[in-house]
């Protein structure tokens, strides 16, 4: 039997082990999701680390404060941050570590602190929103407004779309005041439509309280249809106050100009004229 015969198999047999291989890496790589803020109590956080430290050096370094579960130093482009993370099995082992300070490591200072979650659902009182994520696709306007009737009176409710008229899976919820979002932020976690939602306080500029016709309070006038129409709308609907402010901007500019000039002026005489009774004296 000839090569070019023998060949197809050949190449069969060794896709095969090249897929094979392939899986086998890619079970062994898969990476375990974590809660982190859940963990937190558990972790420590180390700063001013050295770019030559590894996961190994800081494991060994801190051996002998408790079992370390996990070890991480976040990196940029491939270079290291210069802060790591250990996690310990319990939080006893944690604290020790925190109230320890600090510590040498590969010529380095190193300090410790106590890792805290990375989100925090805590009442502020500085917003009258919320933002609730996780949404199933079929829920509706009327099942978010039933979900928080009993927080507050609730001014908007706004569900962003996909181009087919699907949502996006999060929605933002208006209230008349601030205090209802306290009530509203005791339903993060919950099941909703055999869903778990996320409820957070929503501060982001783009979605501030609306004034007038604008997008979401802002002073330039709003695209219009970010959340409503598709077809958009008029993007300078403020645009008349605009000008106007920019008009009475620059006449102030012109006017303060123009009292510094005759400022100078009138001091420029009253020097010549002192000057000049001075001479004759």
């Keep these: 039997m000839s090569d070019s015969e023998q060949s197809p198999s050949r190449y069969e047999d060794n896709n095969d082990l090249k897929r094979k291989?392939?899986?086998?890496?890619?079970?062994?790589?898969?990476?375990?999701?974590?809660?982190?803020?859940?963990?937190?109590?558990?972790?420590?956080m180390i700063k001013n680390v050295s770019y030559s430290s590894t996961e190994d050096s800081i494991k060994e370094k801190l051996a002998s404060y408790g079992n370390i579960v996990r070890c991480n130093i976040p990196a940029s482009n491939g270079r290291p941050k210069g802060i790591a993370f250990v996690e310990f099995d319990d939080t006893?082992?944690?604290?020790?570590?925190?109230?320890?300070?600090?510590?040498?490591?590969?010529?380095?200072?190193?300090?410790?602190?106590?890792?805290?979650?990375?989100?925090?659902?805590?009442?502020?009182?500085?917003t009258?929103?919320?933002?609730?994520?996780?949404?199933?696709?079929?829920?509706?306007?009327?099942?978010?407004?039933?979900?928080?009737?009993?927080?507050?009176k609730i001014k908007e409710i706004r569900m962003p779309e996909f181009e087919n008229g699907k949502i996006k899976g999060f929605a933002f919820v208006q209230f008349e005041e601030t205090e209802p979002v306290k009530a509203a932020l005791e339903k993060d976690?919950?099941?909703f439509k055999g869903v778990t939602i996320k409820v957070n306080e929503e501060n982001s500029t783009r979605n501030r309280e609306r004034r007038g016709g604008d997008r979401f309070g802002d002073r330039r006038?709003?695209?219009?249809?970010?959340?409503?129409?598709?077809?958009?709308?008029?993007?300078?609907?403020?645009?008349?106050?605009?000008?106007?402010?920019?008009?009475d901007r620059r006449d102030d500019r012109r006017d303060r100009r123009y009292d510094d000039r005759r400022d100078d002026r009138r001091e420029r005489r009253y020097d010549d004229r002192r000057d000049r009774r001075d001479d004759r004296r």
């Design 21 to 44: 291989r392939d899986n086998d890496d890619s079970n062994d790589t898969k990476k375990v999701k974590v809660d982190y803020d859940a963990r937190a109590a558990y972790t420590v």
């Design 92 to 126: 006893e082992a944690a604290q020790e570590l925190v109230k320890s300070g600090s510590m040498e490591l590969d010529g380095r200072t190193i300090y410790f602190k106590q890792s805290e979650p990375r989100t925090s659902n805590v009442y502020t009182g500085k």
């Design 128 to 152: 009258s929103q919320v933002f609730v994520g996780g949404l199933p696709e079929d829920a509706t306007k009327e099942d978010i407004e039933d979900l928080f009737a009993n927080c507050g």
């Design 189 to 191: 976690g919950i099941e």
């Design 221 to 247: 006038g709003g695209r219009g249809g970010r959340f409503g129409d598709r077809r958009g709308g008029d993007r300078g609907g403020d645009r008349r106050r605009y000008d106007d402010r920019r008009d």
